[in-house]
């Protein structure tokens, strides 16, 4: 027990701390108070989203509408809120001696993919963060607003407002077409917006650069990010001009309704005189599935470097315990003469070979089977139809089995990819400053660099191949992870022992098309190391002209593929890809990661693929199994896509 003594001295030590948590508390006090409070006036409660999910006050969320937003996503869409705005208000107390009107502006910005306002190294403006997703009024010659005449009666007054966040929100003219903007061209960005209010009075209201106040303006041919003007440069030190930023988020996702429809556009199969004998209710081109379907038929290029000659054998190889000596046997049986020359193809039929379904909302794809006289490997697939720049890209998916119980592959490669979304200048990627990119995707070293491309490609495809990493000449030397001095002789003769073993293994390549652009700082060609979050990765780039980046990992064909589903992720940002997989979506692990210092990381528009594509193994060097001396199917493959997320 305490004496007497000691409960004065602890009575005394209590006194002093409370004395000093009221002083800290007021002066945190004072602070906030300090920090939204000027000279002029006051402002409080700052809401940047009254009229939507009232509930909740530190994050909303909200789904991006797809229906009807092929000219662009809306945020909200007039099927969120009343008249498709976010209402927003604060509160100001004017404390100057008269009464008098000022001025306000909101901003918004994704904060989940941006690039950081401020360079912490050189101590100025990041000139990168101009390509940052921030808007504010849609009519951007709207610059500031002013409040109503406010007395000088030390009372606060609400001040309310609207806006909304749309494609081009700078209505930068590289997204016009003659005179319409075309704000699908630049949508807005999936993730986390914060919203910032600026309250100034009139004479600081002068000093704001017009750039500032109007955002579709440049300076020296670029942008002012106003989050970096008013947080880290001269807007910070306006005498009565006050930036709130809420703490408030906002967190936009995107999950397309599978079940919604898939359109077949005209382009992709060269005009309109083909069968349209298939389309239904749910795959077409009717106005419903036009405004509203996420998803049309994805077409494979085809050229001369999928040609093959092919064994004249039809088959199921997983169900039909096809063995390597099967395949052996066919490899070896038929003469030259009796080979079936084809190429992969792709379907003549739109909707016969891809279904969407309404009643479980999900996409089934099916490579057709052939028959004799009939020969055919025909790759099908799905692509998205609205483009987006980064995110993080999930599928639920249930694709074919790639090998059977004995491992021969049944020679598809299961593949979710991301592609540039084309269209020339206005979809080109952030320019490349060494050398310049290769100008074109199919180009060889002869091909000419130019400084920008609107090429860009990220990729999981999954197929039997080694997973190692070659030096940049093939045969004969391989570099595993496992040994990197390795050296596998006679490739084509024999497979390694280590493919014998791992039979039932499959390879699930990461790669990222960067053009061959020799910007960053640690390009390679060859086999080279890069770590992340305690894995090492080997990436792999043939020689200096070669334009993709790919990191190889084997995985078992029956985790990824023999189950109800899997989950495959593409987390794409500013300076780096990460890829994932996993049987739910908390339990995702890393299988590659690529950063910007070995590989340029694009930041043009994109669409999501999904597809069961035939490849010709001559571009998987040391595949076991050639794609010619694989049977046609006897069968229809399918896969089914249960799900798209976009976070």
């Known amino acids: 027990m305490l004496n007497k003594k000691n409960k004065h001295i602890v009575s005394a030590l209590f006194l002093v701390l409370l004395i000093a948590m009221i002083f800290v508390s007021c002066n945190q006090n004072s602070e906030e108070a300090k920090k939204y409070s000027c000279e002029l006036f006051s402002i409080k409660n700052f809401n940047p989203i009254v009229n939507y999910q009232k509930d909740s006050l530190s994050q909303k969320s909200i789904f991006l509408d797809y229906n009807n937003a092929m000219d662009g996503f809306v945020i909200p869409s007039v099927n969120q809120t009343a008249d498709g705005q976010f209402e927003f208000e604060f509160e100001i107390k004017n404390t100057s001696e008269s009464a008098q009107k000022f001025y306000y502006k909101i901003y918004y910005q994704n904060e989940s993919y941006k690039f950081l306002e401020f360079d912490s190294v050189s101590k100025a403006e990041n000139t990168l963060a101009e390509e940052n997703f921030y808007g504010s009024w849609e009519d951007t010659d709207i610059t500031f607003k002013q409040t109503d005449e ?62 500032v106040k ?20 001269e807007g910070k030190k306006l005498k009565n001009a006050i930036a709130y930023q809420s703490e408030m988020l906002l967190n936009v996702i995107a999950k397309p309704n599978l079940g919604a429809g898939i359109y077949i556009n005209d382009m992709i199969f060269k005009g309109s005189e083909y069968d349209k004998s298939n389309f239904c209710k749910t795959c077409g081109q009717d106005s419903v599935i036009y405004k509203n379907a996420a998803i049309q038929q994805f077409i494979n290029y085809v050229d001369a470097s999928t040609k093959m000659e092919n064994i004249p054998v039809i ?27 084809t190429l ?10 891809v279904f969407s379904d309404d009643k479980e909302n999900k996409i089934i794809i099916k490579n057709p089977a052939t028959k004799y006289g009939e020969w055919k490997k025909e790759s099908v697939g799905i692509i998205t139809r609205h483009g987006l720049t980064y995110g993080k890209y999930r599928v639920k998916v249930k694709l074919t089995e790639l090998l059977n119980k004995n491992g021969v592959w049944n020679g598809l490669t299961n593949a979710i990819w991301l592609i540039t979304q ?15 990119y290769m100008a074109s995707y199919w180009g060889g070293k002869e091909d000419k660099r130019v400084p920008a491309v609107d090429y860009s490609e990220i990729d999981f495809e999954i197929l ?43 390879t699930v390549a990461c790669t990222n098309w960067d053009m061959a652009c020799w910007e960053p700082k640690n390009f390679g060609v060859g086999c080279n190391e890069i770590k992340h979050n305690d894995n090492s990765y080997y990436t792999h780039r043939w020689d200096h002209w070669y334009r993709a980046l790919t990191e190889k990992k084997e995985e078992n064909d029956d985790e990824l593929f023999a189950g109800d589903y899997y989950y495959f992720e593409i987390d794409w940002r500013p300076t780096e890809i990460i890829w994932r997989i996993g049987p739910a979506p908390d339990k995702m692990r890393e299988v590659g990661y690529m950063n910007e210092k070995v590989t340029s990381i694009p930041n043009n528009q994109m669409l999501l693929i999904v597809t069961q594509e035939y490849h010709n193994t001559k571009w998987w060097p040391g595949a076991p199994y050639s794609q010619d001396n694989l049977p046609f199917p006897l069968n229809d493959i399918k896969g089914e896509i249960y799900e798209l997320v976009i976070e």
């Not at 704000?183 to 002068?206: I, T």
């Not at 084309?422 to 310049?436: D, H, I, L, T």
């Not at 997973?467 to 084509?492: E, G, L, Q, R, T």
């Open 344 to 353: 992969i193809q792709t379907s003549k039929h739109p909707c016969q070979t």
């Open 214 to 233: 109007n955002i579709s303006l440049k300076k020296n041919q670029h942008f002012i990010n106003p989050y970096y003007y008013f947080k880290y440069a």
């Open 422 to 436: 084309g269209g020339g200048e206005w979809n080109y990627r952030r320019n490349c400053n060494k050398e310049g």
């Open 464 to 506: 039997k191949t080694p997973p190692y990493c070659p030096d940049n000449a093939f045969p004969p030397v391989f570099k595993n992870p496992k040994d990197n001095n390795k050296n596998i002789k006679s490739w084509n003769i024999a497979m390694p022992d280590d493919i014998v073993q791992n039979a039932n293994n499959i």
């Open 150 to 211: 406010m007395p000088s009666d030390n009372e606060f007054h609400k001040v309310k407002d609207k806006v909304r966040i749309l494609g081009n929100p700078r209505n930068d003219l590289r997204y016009f077409s003659e005179n319409t903007n075309d704000r699908w061209k630049r949508n807005p960005r999936v993730g986390k917006y914060k919203f910032m209010l600026v309250v100034c009075a009139e004479d600081d209201f002068k000093n704001i650069p017009n750039e």
């Open 315 to 341: 088959a199921d190889i997983l169900k039909d315990n096809y063995s390597n000596m099967d395949y052996n046997w066919n490899k070896s049986f038929y003469k030259k003469d009796e080979l079936i020359p």
